[in-house]
């Protein structure tokens, strides 16, 4: 029984911190399907694997279909979704993946694509609720354990803004003051030197940090781990 | 351009911890190819995903054909080889799978069947040296991180038998010490209480420890960020 009728597709969950109304929501983009199966409902960006191309190469050609693909600051592999009913009619196998906008960007979206908050998403399409949820615990693990924040985050910050997206990402409160003395122990976190523009409350004009690095490393291994240098 | 002649296979890098001439080596299990292509060369286990079955399913039943699965104590999934041309003729796509046996199993191989050293591996067919890098360093990283070490260990263990697992799993030397220290701390290893019959070379028996969980979790979130309980 070998699978020569399977289909391969790739999608992507597209995550952003996005003020709204103020305040900062992790957010995904979903696009509203105008046509059965499911229309009506929200899909996530992909679509079918092309013969002359690889999965990530997929994912960024179908990304550029919904957004500026430049905005993307990271892009990284989950599961795969194999059950073999997970859609209606012919089997397909879906690659999911991670991909991560820094707060502030604003790419211009087609008319049937928009941002929706994690916590209260629409109607999805088929599992891709499914794969929106894995997406946003596997961010949240790495925001554990790597610097992986800097993709969510502008190129210079204030730590409050820095905590907003921590608190967004991960669904719960983190404190700046932990949160700064953790991150910079670890070398991730950079001083700019530079402050912000006073705050319209006015008070003392915030410092700005940058991250130290903009790809992807594990901050925290065991000490005792770490391979000779 | 759909890909509907694209066939789907699993490929599955399982690792153990062997002692070669008494020196504890991690191994990987490869089965040698007796028909072109690529006849002679060594070939991860795996095969093609059946139409009614998902991936980690298709991974435990062609692990079958080759060990006893009861003796894996972890899988999970790895990256998806997609390069279109990564093996002759139609296009495979290739999900992969990380497994690992504890030391000191030792299940019944097929004939064509054989554990080989990571570090001097025999000519493998396709990708599939990459493949076992590539899951190499994935078990390298989540040593650092998770408490992935309790599927390499058996159930009860001197800290000096878990450093000779760490040392051949990462490739280079780490400190007993050190390691009892931080797993203690973070509490991924217990105390049974109990201690190991003497050694061949008397001295104090060393006592013995367990991993306090068998299911994989991350060990060093940053404490800053762990959710309220």
Redesign the interface.
Known sequence: ????????EVLTAVFQVRKIDDNPELCVLLWERALDPERGAWSLPGG????????PTSARRQLTEKVDVREVAHLE?L??F???RRVPGA?V?A?TFLGLVPLGADPVLPPDTAWHPVSALPRTAFDHGVVVAHARTRLA?K???TNIAFALAPAEFAMSTLREI?CAA?G????AT??Q??LGRRGVLVATGATAPPGRFGGRPPALYRFAESRLR?T??????R??S
């Open positions: 029984m070998p699978n020569g009728n399977t289909l391969h079918v694997l092309r013969d002359d191309e690889d999965l592999q599961s795969v194999s059950d073999p089997r196998i690659s693990a925001l554990s354990y921590y991960l719960y409160q983190v404190d932990n949160l003395r953790v594990v925290d291994e065991f000490a005792a781990l391979p000779p």
